[in-house]
Structures are given as structure tokens and as C-alpha cells.
């Protein structure tokens, strides 16, 4: 039985990959959340898609270090995690940053700190069992700074050189970390830019990409696949050109 523990376990994006999961049967499944609520409608649902599947429910501060490093400690101290995915974010509004500190500095809190904290109390756990496979996710928008969202893109770009830093650091081990890049994908927290006419992604072709990519040990993933070059122009534009992009 597979130990899998999920960290933002409420989010359309981990629910999906959580059903993959459990749809195979055989699962331990642990989700982490604030809202126990919503968790526990989710582990009732993950409970009856499987053969064999368990699903329990923790909720914890996600900016309290401390109560982070506990919250892995005693999942791990259960049985040695064997996958484990940390996918909690939120999308802000990035006027609204520019405005208030506070605000910025929450967002820069809960999308970036947030998950580097907890993937680093997982990677040491998995690194003490000599096992395990951690996926984190970012986001395209870590790529580049962009005025639409470069207080959001700041914290996953944070994000993105910990996870460099964390596989070189665990490269001579068993354990695998995954950093997943998605794109614009349709779930609640991007509803406002469906309104607006964008395409988005399908969450559960998404989720399908992130469970086979973090089961596989691949270093970076982005989903949908066409992003890798739409942000490698991006990247590369020169400086003078992208200045002028309203983007």
C-alpha cells in the first residue's frame, strides 16, 4: 500500500491527481488543508474509488513552520512516505499587491515560503527512509517576471530555484523531487480569467500529466507540453522587446 501524502489537498488541480490515486486502488492517502470541512468531503469520495484505499485529513497553518515540521513528522513516523505532492497556491490580484504590503507579503508568504517549507520537511523524511517521490508545484509564471503578476511569479520562481537546489542536493539519493510547471489551467482559482476569454487547460488532463511525471522522477514538467516553448521565447526575449509587451 502506497503512502501518499498531499499537501493542498482541496485544490481542484491535487483533487484530481488525489482521484488518480486512489482510482488505482491500494492507498494510504493523507491530505493536508485548512478547511477540514472540504477535506473530509474529499476523503469520503477517495474512500469508495478504490479497492483498498484509506484517506485521513489533517489541517494545519500553512505559514507555521513549526507546526509543518510536526505535521510531516508524524505522518512519516506512520510509515515512510512514498509519494507526496505539495500543490497549495492562490492566484492574486496583483494591483492589489502593489497597494497594500501586507497583502503582498501574505501572497509571497502562502505561494512561495509556504511550499518550500513543507517540501523541505518532506525531502528530509524521505531522505532519512531512502525513499520517495516528491513533486512541488510552481507555475509558468516563475519563468519571468511579468507586470500582470510578478508578485505571484516572484514567490514560484522562488519556488523553482529551492526545488534546483533541493534535487541537486538529494541527486546522489533514492529520492526524486518534480517541479511542475503548469500553465493556465481551468480550475476555481483561475475563474476570473475564463470570464475574460483565456484558454485554460483541463485540470484532470493536468493532474494525468503531474501523477505520471512525479511516479517517473522527471525533473521539471510542464503542462500542457506547448508551454515549454511558449516560455522559452519568453524567457529569451531581449530586454528592449519585451519591455514593450503588454503582458
Given at each position: 500500500?502506497?503512502?501518499?501524502?498531499?499537501?493542498?489537498?482541496?485544490?481542484?488541480?491535487?483533487?484530481?491527481?488525489?482521484?488518480?490515486?486512489?482510482?488505482?486502488?491500494?492507498?494510504?492517502?493523507?491530505?493536508?488543508?485548512?478547511?477540514?470541512?472540504?477535506?473530509?468531503?474529499?476523503?469520503?469520495?477517495?474512500?469508495?474509488?478504490?479497492?483498498g484505499v484509506e484517506a485521513s485529513t489533517r489541517v494545519v497553518?500553512?505559514?507555521?513552520?513549526?507546526?509543518?515540521?510536526?505535521?510531516?513528522?508524524?505522518?512519516?513516523?506512520?510509515?515512510?512516505?512514498?509519494?507526496?505532492?505539495?500543490?497549495?497556491?492562490?492566484?492574486?490580484?496583483?494591483?492589489?499587491?502593489?497597494?497594500?504590503?501586507?497583502?503582498?507579503?501574505?501572497?509571497?508568504?502562502?505561494?512561495?515560503?509556504?511550499?518550500?517549507?513543507?517540501?523541505?520537511?518532506?525531502?528530509?523524511?524521505?531522505?532519512?527512509?531512502?525513499?520517495?517521490?516528491?513533486?512541488?508545484?510552481?507555475?509558468?509564471?516563475?519563468?519571468?517576471?511579468?507586470?500582470?503578476?510578478?508578485?505571484?511569479?516572484?514567490?514560484?520562481?522562488?519556488?523553482?530555484?529551492?526545488?534546483?537546489?533541493?534535487?541537486?542536493?538529494?541527486?546522489?539519493?533514492?529520492?526524486?523531487?518534480?517541479?511542475?510547471?503548469?500553465?493556465?489551467?481551468?480550475?476555481?482559482?483561475?475563474?476570473?480569467?475564463?470570464?475574460?476569454?483565456?484558454?485554460?487547460?483541463?485540470?484532470?488532463?493536468?493532474?494525468?500529466?503531474?501523477?505520471?511525471?512525479?511516479e517517473a522522477g522527471k525533473p521539471v514538467l510542464y503542462t500542457?507540453?506547448?508551454?515549454?516553448?511558449?516560455?522559452?521565447?519568453?524567457?529569451?526575449?531581449?530586454?528592449?522587446?519585451?519591455?514593450?509587451?503588454?503582458?
Amino acid at each position: 500500500m502506497k503512502h501518499i501524502l498531499i499537501v493542498g489537498a482541496t485544490s481542484a488541480m491535487a483533487d484530481q491527481c488525489a482521484r488518480l490515486w486512489a482510482t488505482r486502488g491500494g492507498a494510504r492517502l493523507v491530505l493536508v488543508g485548512r478547511d477540514e470541512r472540504r477535506l473530509e468531503t474529499i476523503a469520503q469520495d477517495l474512500r469508495v474509488r478504490g479497492q483498498g484505499v484509506e484517506a485521513s485529513t489533517r489541517v494545519v497553518d500553512f505559514e507555521d513552520a513549526a507546526a509543518i515540521g510536526a505535521l510531516v513528522r508524524e505522518a512519516a513516523a506512520e510509515r515512510p512516505v512514498d509519494i507526496a505532492l505539495v500543490a497549495h497556491g492562490h492566484l492574486p490580484d496583483q494591483p492589489a499587491c502593489e497597494a497594500e504590503l501586507t497583502l503582498a507579503a501574505r501572497e509571497l508568504s502562502i505561494n512561495g515560503v509556504s511550499p518550500v517549507l513543507f517540501a523541505e520537511a518532506i525531502a528530509g523524511e524521505m531522505q532519512r527512509a531512502g525513499r520517495g517521490a516528491l513533486a512541488v508545484i510552481g507555475s509558468v509564471a516563475g519563468d519571468r517576471g511579468r507586470k500582470s503578476n510578478y508578485v505571484y511569479g516572484s514567490a514560484k520562481g522562488l519556488v523553482e530555484r529551492y526545488v534546483e537546489g533541493l534535487q541537486h542536493r538529494l541527486a546522489a539519493t533514492p529520492v526524486r523531487v518534480t517541479l511542475v510547471k503548469p500553465g493556465p489551467t481551468d480550475t476555481p482559482m483561475t475563474a476570473h480569467l475564463k470570464r475574460d476569454g483565456a484558454k485554460l487547460a483541463d485540470v484532470a488532463a493536468v493532474a494525468r500529466d503531474i501523477v505520471s511525471a512525479t511516479e517517473a522522477g522527471k525533473p521539471v514538467l510542464y503542462t500542457p507540453g506547448k508551454w515549454v516553448l511558449i516560455m522559452a521565447v519568453i524567457r529569451n526575449l531581449p530586454r528592449a522587446v519585451f519591455h514593450r509587451m503588454n503582458i
